[in-house]
Structure formats: structure tokens, C-alpha cells
């Protein structure tokens, strides 16, 4: 059973209660400022370092982050701060777009299982297979009696991977209607951001209100105990990253003496398999003396039969005079 989840500076959604997002100010940071979040990240980064290297030695649990946010929510931005503090050679990151002609050949789901991690791996997925009941829902992409399976069908899912020791952590990127047009409006000045350009970042706009209650019913019917949405005000970035961080130090956290466990086992048993290693290769180096201790060992066994049988042959001579 997962270690219970402590809350952080994010809006934990449990499924315990109706959340709406109207119930979060974008720009929150719960007295939290700048200076202070940068304090704060600067003591956890290393944790997060140790906690990551722990998960991938270990190799009994994977993580499975979930990005999720409206356009300019600053997805991108999230996952390379992830990255910043992450062994790159254990991470995988997917940008889920729109489906490829093959991903539409399958289920919806198809795609998204093929990229979680292996035991030890943390994904970072970009966009997720919640896009399923929201884009499809918001556009009409498919009927209302497809999309309306899915969350249940999305939870069977989660649970299949929570099941088998995937740590799912889902995050969304929650920003006002004002600070995403001056993200969009800032892309355009700015050469670096340019193939984030995007005219369809503008026409979604207009599906605002759709999209909220969209994202609402993904909270209220895809989140759990061991399975909660994490929303996190995303009007400052800054804030953003000291949430996403903080959040998932406190959810690794509770398994470090897991791992240590696991890896006090994983070194008895090299220990145990290197000495026989060892001692194979010393008789393997020195043929000659191994030859020459077991010649030994045999000369040595016959002459305590000959004492032996000398004592036994004395005996009986004593024994007839």
C-alpha cells in the first residue's frame, strides 16, 4: 500500500469533496515570495537528487509524472525544471500532440501504456491521455457516449499501474485568462519562442468556460486517495516550480527507508555472489598451486587410513600372544 500523500502548496484534489477551479486564485502562493521559494527549492533540490537515485538503484517502484494545463501554462517549463534535478539517463519524457494516423488505428489508450516507465524510470508526460476527455469533449471529437466511458476506463487504467508499483502524480497548471494572452502576446517578441507559435493557442481561447468544465469532471471523477490531482497556481512560475518540487519530495519521501531496505538486500546478495566470483578467480590465476593443495589434501587422506590400519594389525598381534 502507497505511503499516505501530505499537502503542499498545491490544492490537493482527492475526490472527497466537488473542487471547481473558481475555488483557486491562479496567482496564489499562500504567503509564500520569491526569495523565500528560491530558499526553499535550494534546500530540497538535493533531497529530490537522492530521492530520484534512490528510486532508480532501487528498481522496485517507477514514477509517473502528469503534466496537464491550457495552453502558455507552462508545461515546458515544468518538465525542465524536473529535469534540472534528475538523473537524465533514468528520465523519459513524452509529448503527447495529436494523435498519429498509426495511435488512431488503436485504442486511445494504446499510446499512453506504451510510454509508462519501467521499475526504476521516472516519464514525464507532456499532456496525457486526459486530452481524451477534454479535447475530444471541448471539440466534438467523438460522441458524447464514447468520451463518457473513459474516466472510469482512464481509472482502471491508473490503478493498473499503481498496482504494479508506478507512483502517479498528477499535476495541473492552473492560469488566468489575463496572464495566458500576456504569455501568447510575449512569445511573439521573443525570436527563442518562436516555434512555440501557434494560431490554434488563440482560437482555444474562445472554448474557455468548455474547457474549465471539462477539467472539472477530470478532478471530480479521475482523482483518489492514491491517486489525487494536484493543482497548483501557476500565475507566477516561480511559484510553479516550488510547488512542483515540494510536492513530489513529499510524496518520494515516505519510501526512503523502503529503498535503503531494498538495496541492503540487492547488497548482501552481490556481496555473497562476488566472493564466490572471487575465489573461482583466484583458482583460475594460480592453477598450479590449487593443483598442488589438492594433491596434498589427497597424499595426506591415505596415510591416515595406513596409521590406521597398523593400529588395528598391532592390536590383534598383541591379542593372540
Known amino acids: 500500500m502507497a505511503p499516505s500523500r501530505p499537502q503542499s502548496y498545491v490544492?490537493?484534489?482527492?475526490?472527497?469533496?466537488?473542487?471547481?477551479?473558481?475555488?483557486?486564485?491562479?496567482?496564489?502562493t499562500w504567503g509564500l515570495d520569491k526569495e523565500a521559494a528560491r530558499l526553499?527549492?535550494?534546500?530540497?533540490?538535493?533531497?529530490?537528487?537522492?530521492?530520484?537515485?534512490?528510486?532508480?538503484?532501487?528498481a522496485s517502484h517507477s514514477l509517473l509524472v502528469i503534466i496537464q494545463g491550457r495552453d502558455?501554462?507552462?508545461?515546458?517549463?515544468?518538465?525542465?525544471?524536473?529535469?534540472?534535478?534528475?538523473?537524465?539517463?533514468?528520465?523519459?519524457?513524452?509529448?503527447?500532440?495529436?494523435?498519429s494516423a498509426q495511435?488512431?488505428?488503436?485504442?486511445?489508450?494504446?499510446?499512453?501504456?506504451?510510454?509508462?516507465?519501467?521499475?526504476?524510470?521516472?516519464?514525464?508526460?507532456?499532456?496525457?491521455?486526459?486530452?481524451?476527455?477534454?479535447?475530444?469533449?471541448?471539440?466534438?471529437?467523438?460522441?458524447?457516449e464514447i468520451?463518457?466511458?473513459?474516466?472510469?476506463?482512464?481509472?482502471?487504467?491508473?490503478?493498473?499501474?499503481?498496482?504494479?508499483n508506478t507512483i502517479v502524480v498528477k499535476f495541473f497548471l492552473h492560469i488566468s485568462p489575463d496572464e495566458q494572452e500576456r504569455r501568447l502576446l510575449e512569445r511573439e517578441n521573443d525570436s527563442r519562442k518562436f516555434w512555440k507559435l501557434n494560431p490554434s493557442d488563440w482560437i482555444e481561447?474562445?472554448?474557455?468556460?468548455?474547457?474549465?468544465?471539462?477539467?472539472?469532471?477530470?478532478?471530480?471523477?479521475?482523482?483518489?486517495?492514491?491517486?489525487?490531482?494536484?493543482?497548483?497556481?501557476?500565475?507566477?512560475?516561480w511559484f510553479r516550480d516550488v510547488a512542483v518540487l515540494e510536492t513530489l519530495v513529499s510524496i518520494l519521501r515516505p519510501y526512503r527507508a523502503r529503498?535503503?531496505?531494498?538495496?541492503?538486500?540487492?547488497g548482501e546478495t552481490a556481496k555473497?555472489?562476488?566472493?564466490?566470483?572471487?575465489?573461482?578467480?583466484?583458482?583460475?590465476?594460480?592453477?598450479?598451486?590449487?593443483i598442488s593443495k589438492a594433491k596434498k589434501a589427497k597424499k595426506a587422506r591415505p596415510k591416515v587410513v595406513a596409521r590406521t590400519k597398523k593400529a588395528t594389525r598391532t592390536k590383534k598381534a598383541k591379542k593372540s600372544r
Open 11 to 28: 490544492e490537493l484534489v482527492d475526490g472527497r469533496k466537488r473542487f471547481r477551479l473558481s475555488q483557486l486564485d491562479t496567482g496564489e
Open 40 to 58: 526553499h527549492v535550494a534546500s530540497i533540490e538535493d533531497e529530490f537528487r537522492e530521492l530520484a537515485d534512490l528510486l532508480a538503484y532501487a
Open 72 to 99: 502558455a501554462a507552462g508545461k515546458d517549463g515544468c518538465v525542465r525544471r524536473i529535469l534540472s534535478f534528475s538523473n537524465v539517463q533514468t528520465v523519459r519524457v513524452t509529448a503527447f500532440k495529436v494523435p
Open 103 to 144: 495511435e488512431l488505428a488503436h485504442d486511445y489508450l494504446w499510446r499512453i501504456h506504451k510510454a509508462a516507465p519501467e521499475k526504476g524510470d521516472l516519464a514525464i508526460f507532456n499532456r496525457s491521455h486526459y486530452e481524451d476527455v477534454v479535447a475530444v469533449r471541448v471539440h466534438n471529437l467523438v460522441p458524447k
Open 147 to 164: 468520451w463518457q466511458k473513459r474516466y472510469e476506463q482512464i481509472n482502471n487504467f491508473e490503478e493498473v499501474l499503481t498496482d504494479a
Open 205 to 237: 481561447r474562445d472554448f474557455w468556460e468548455e474547457t474549465t468544465e471539462a477539467y472539472e469532471d477530470v478532478f471530480n471523477k479521475c482523482s483518489s486517495k492514491e491517486r489525487p490531482w494536484h493543482i497548483i497556481p501557476s500565475d507566477k512560475k
Open 259 to 266: 529503498w535503503m531496505a531494498e538495496l541492503e538486500k540487492i
Open 272 to 290: 555473497a555472489e562476488i566472493a564466490k566470483a572471487r575465489q573461482h578467480s583466484q583458482m583460475l590465476s594460480h592453477p598450479v598451486a590449487s
